[in-house]
């Protein structure tokens, strides 16, 4: 135990994992589980071997409220039975006490903002250079694999994306400011070449939160023709998915209303959703049981002719939906409480005086819009990925915007 207090009383190997963490997860397979893995496991090793373990009040409430979801959805396995390899990714939550605890036993704030900003910055080039190579070697194909599938990929390019606008105005130096504007572009780019549009629209809800928010500070005219010009250039980027998107939902809902929309995109999640509200009718406040979707998609498809990729389907794309489906209204409740709650939580630091705080409280409401939005139309808690990114920023933000020692 000697060589690892040594390495961690640095106060350098936890913000390297960090910047490591997104600086490569869009742009190197398995990155995300290497260093994401550390960078877990350091934190839980300067949670124990340093002391005093300082974790306040306000964490702990905001560590209840993101494991509502998994508690909240325990009647309903009582109730109706449950596989419990469902609760896998949403009990990740409780990944924030580790990481809060082992970054304030062993690392200084100001540097975790550095690092923190910076990483994302520079994932989001990579991200982008990934995107370009995937394009060229199978051009018209959605961006994401051997990363992760398209539609975590793209989840993940818009948290970085997110955090590279942040970073924008987090640094004073004009050579960071400017790799942090070539990150917001690169990760722009990812988001568009992922071919997603629930994370796209997840992307634009929570710029305009940043957008809000940092209008309000900045200092000159020449400030807000920059923000404006880099918002546009977001907006010039993603323009053409957004078309496409509009032209294929539309369509699809037409082939949908003909009544022939199962191999369709749009179709088949209307028809899951569809599934997910009638057997929510038959037991709204339990649902099925967590995990217990694939035995009613059989049930449905014995007596409808499912075609396609349909039958494979193990949840309804849709994160609202299926903790209905899966857990009732009670599960709902519990994912309404842990998607939200942190949002309130954040949005009340932005008055804070310390800059470092507003950044990272602002960054954190972003994500948190963002994901509510995006799991509108896909499932956050369906890739390992996703959970553990989203989760990972939330406590990487907290732990910014709930330190004493950046108010001082």
């Given at each position: 135990?000697?060589?690892?207090?040594?390495?961690?009383?640095?106060?350098?190997?936890?913000?390297?994992?960090?910047?490591?963490?997104?600086?490569?997860?869009?742009?190197?397979?398995?990155?995300?589980?290497?260093?994401?893995?550390?960078?877990?496991?350091?934190?839980l090793a300067?949670?124990?071997?340093?002391?005093?373990?300082?974790?306040?009040?306000?964490?702990?409430?905001?560590?209840?409220?993101?494991?509502?979801?998994?508690?909240?959805?325990?009647?309903?396995?009582?109730?109706?039975?449950?596989?419990?390899?469902?609760?896998?990714?949403?009990?990740?939550?409780?990944?924030?006490?580790?990481?809060?605890?082992?970054?304030?036993?062993?690392?200084?704030?100001?540097?975790?903002?550095?690092?923190?900003?910076?990483?994302?910055?520079?994932?989001?080039?990579?991200?982008?250079?990934?995107?370009?190579?995937?394009?060229?070697?199978?051009?018209?194909?959605?961006?994401?694999?051997?990363?992760?599938n398209p539609?975590?990929?793209?989840?993940?390019?818009?948290?970085?994306?997110?955090?590279?606008?942040?970073?924008?105005?987090?640094?004073?130096?004009?050579?960071?400011?400017?790799?942090?504007?070539?990150?917001?572009?690169?990760?722009?780019?990812?988001?568009?070449?992922?071919?997603?549009?629930?994370?796209?629209?997840?992307?634009?809800?929570?710029?305009?939160?940043?957008?809000?928010?940092?209008?309000?500070?900045?200092?000159?005219?020449?400030?807000?023709?920059?923000?404006?010009?880099?918002?546009?250039?977001?907006?010039?980027?993603?323009?053409?998915?957004?078309?496409?998107?509009?032209?294929?939902?539309?369509?699809?809902?037409?082939?949908?209303?003909t009544g022939?929309?199962?191999?369709?995109?749009?179709?088949?999640?209307?028809?899951?959703?569809?599934?997910?509200?009638?057997?929510?009718?038959?037991?709204?406040?339990?649902?099925?049981?967590?995990?217990?979707?694939?035995?009613?998609?059989?049930?449905?498809?014995?007596?409808?002719?499912?075609?396609?990729?349909?039958?494979?389907?193990?949840?309804?794309?849709?994160?609202?939906?299926?903790?209905?489906?899966?857990?009732?209204?009670?599960?709902?409740?519990?994912?309404?409480?842990?998607?939200?709650?942190?949002?309130?939580?954040?949005?009340?630091?932005?008055?804070?005086?310390?800059?470092?705080?507003?950044?990272?409280?602002?960054?954190?409401?972003?994500?948190?819009?963002?994901?509510?939005?995006?799991?509108?139309?896909?499932?956050?808690?369906?890739?390992?990925?996703?959970?553990?990114?989203?989760?990972?920023?939330?406590?990487?933000?907290?732990?910014?915007?709930?330190?004493?020692?950046?108010?001082?």
């Open positions: 135990m000697a060589w690892l207090r040594r390495y961690l009383s640095s106060r350098q190997l936890l913000p390297l994992l960090v910047c490591l963490f997104y600086a490569t997860i869009l742009l190197l397979p398995a990155a995300f589980h290497v260093f994401g893995g550390l960078l877990i496991a350091g934190c300067a949670m124990f071997l340093f002391r005093p373990v300082r974790f306040y009040r306000s964490d702990a409430v905001l560590a209840c409220l993101l494991f509502a979801y998994p508690v909240l959805m325990l009647p309903s396995a009582f109730v109706k039975g449950a596989n419990f390899s469902f609760f896998d990714y949403p009990a990740r939550a409780l990944l924030f006490v580790p990481v809060v605890l082992g970054l304030r036993a062993r690392t200084d704030p100001f540097m975790i903002s550095r690092v923190f900003f910076l990483g994302a910055s520079a994932g989001g080039l990579g991200a982008a250079f990934f995107s370009f190579y995937s394009l060229w070697l199978f051009p018209g194909s959605r961006v994401g694999f051997p990363i992760t539609i975590p990929f793209a989840q993940i390019a818009t948290l970085l994306a997110l955090i590279s606008f942040a970073s924008i105005f987090s640094f004073s130096r004009q050579r960071e400011k400017l790799f942090s504007v070539f990150g917001f572009f690169g990760a722009t780019f990812a988001v568009y070449a992922a071919g997603s549009y629930g994370p796209l629209l997840g992307f634009g809800f929570g710029l305009i939160v940043l957008f809000v928010f940092m209008l309000r500070k900045l200092p000159s005219r020449f400030a807000y023709l920059g923000v404006f010009l880099v918002f546009a250039g977001a907006l010039l980027i993603c323009a053409p998915l957004l078309l496409v998107k509009f032209v294929q939902i539309t369509s699809d809902l037409q082939e949908f209303a022939s929309g199962m191999d369709t995109s749009s179709g088949q999640r209307l028809i899951l959703w569809s599934i997910s509200i009638r057997e929510l009718a038959h037991s709204p406040f339990f649902g099925i049981g967590p995990g217990h979707f694939k035995s009613v998609l059989s049930s449905y498809c014995a007596l409808n002719r499912c075609i396609g990729n349909f039958p494979s389907y193990n949840q309804v794309h849709s994160q609202y939906f299926d903790s209905a489906l899966n857990a009732g209204l009670i599960g709902l409740a519990g994912l309404l409480v842990t998607i939200f709650s942190p949002a309130f939580l954040f949005y009340r630091r932005l008055s804070a005086a310390s800059q470092v705080v507003q950044n990272a409280s602002a960054t954190g409401l972003a994500v948190v819009v963002a994901a509510s939005i995006s799991m509108i139309s896909q499932s956050l808690f369906a890739h390992n990925i996703s959970v553990i990114s989203y989760f990972l920023t939330i406590s990487i933000c907290w732990y910014l915007a709930n330190t004493p020692a950046l108010e001082v």
